[in-house]
């Protein structure tokens, strides 16, 4: 079973966001043809695509089809066979860095040092730790070949 390509449309080349979007959907696809995948998680990802490819709908609505398509393929993978894009470690280690390390450095700096301004300090700290570990993370993912390429450059 092989799995389904994304019709061309007229709304793809008019409207950016959604020009942008199908590429990295036709990405996806062309990256997942690459790999094995369970005969069941085919046929998902066919519907998912089929839904996109019979849709009636125009502008907004079909972008957000499109967007929320995609975000959904992308938790599907992760969830069945570990697949992330690139990043994807990176990206969510940053945030949880900052609101994990980052705050809670900044209040001791903060209360250590008699003035609360000084919290702002421990963001860029545990931004750095976030991004580190996420980048490890992110390696780990490309060393076993479980990396989706969703971008343009190699």
Do not use: C
Not at 27 to 36: A, E, F, M, W
Not at 44 to 62: A, E, M, Q, W
Not at 117 to 128: N, R
Request: hydrophobic share 40%; aromatic share 6%.
């Amino acid at each position: 079973m092989t799995l389904f390509e994304l019709q061309p449309n007229e709304q793809f080349i008019s409207n950016t966001t959604l020009k942008e979007a199908t590429q990295k959907l036709n990405r996806l696809i062309t990256d997942l043809q690459k790999r094995p995948l369970p005969a069941d998680l085919i046929q998902t990802i066919n519907s998912k695509i089929d839904r996109i490819n019979t849709s009636t709908l125009l502008g907004k609505p079909f972008e957000k089809l499109v967007s929320t398509t995609l975000g959904e393929l992308l938790k599907l993978l992760e969830k069945e066979l570990k697949l992330v894009p690139k990043y994807h470690f990176r990206n969510q280690w940053m945030a949880l860095g900052m609101s994990a390390f980052g705050l809670p450095f900044g209040v001791i700096f903060g209360v250590s040092l008699g003035n609360m301004a000084f919290l702002g300090i421990g963001l860029p700290m545990g931004m750095a730790i976030g991004i580190a570990v996420g980048t490890a993370l992110d390696e780990k993912a490309k060393k076993e070949d479980r990396q989706l390429n969703l971008t343009s450059e190699e």
